[in-house]
């Protein structure tokens, strides 16, 4: 099991303890698969939101943003999983200013758990 020490504080509130029990039960043979599985599944689903909202397509808003909400979840990115279920909500309800003013924090909050995934695929001395 990964050192949580080593890894960076997401911003926002971060559930340590479910990113490591994920790791955990991913195994050793299997941890590092699941942590570049989901660096790609989260920068799949940051480029398709980033079209649905580039095109106002509600439709791709609720489908990456429940895509969102199931990955963030699963890691402990609270504050994100929470932003995911808002832009969800609002994309259902076709209110599309309220998703754009959620697109920087939601941005910030992406980087900093790709940031954490990439750095425990880094951190050399883990014995995955």
Excluded: Y
Aim: proline share 4%; with cysteine.
């Amino acid at each position: 099991m990964p050192d949580s020490a080593r890894f960076p504080i997401l911003p926002g509130r971060f559930d340590d303890s479910r990113f490591r029990r994920l790791i955990e039960l991913a195994g050793p043979s299997m941890a590092a698969a699941l942590l570049r599985q989901l660096d790609e599944d989260l920068g799949t689903c940051r480029r398709r939101f980033a079209a649905a909202l580039t095109t106002s397509d509600f439709g791709g808003l609720r489908f990456s943003s429940h895509d969102l909400i199931a990955l963030a979840g699963s890691c402990g990115a609270e504050t994100l999983h929470d932003l995911a279920k808002s832009v969800n909500a609002c994309a259902h309800s076709r209110l599309l200013s309220p998703i754009l003013t959620m697109h920087d924090e939601i941005e910030a909050e992406l980087d900093a758990l790709l940031s954490v995934i990439r750095t425990s695929l880094d951190v050399e001395d883990i014995k995955w």
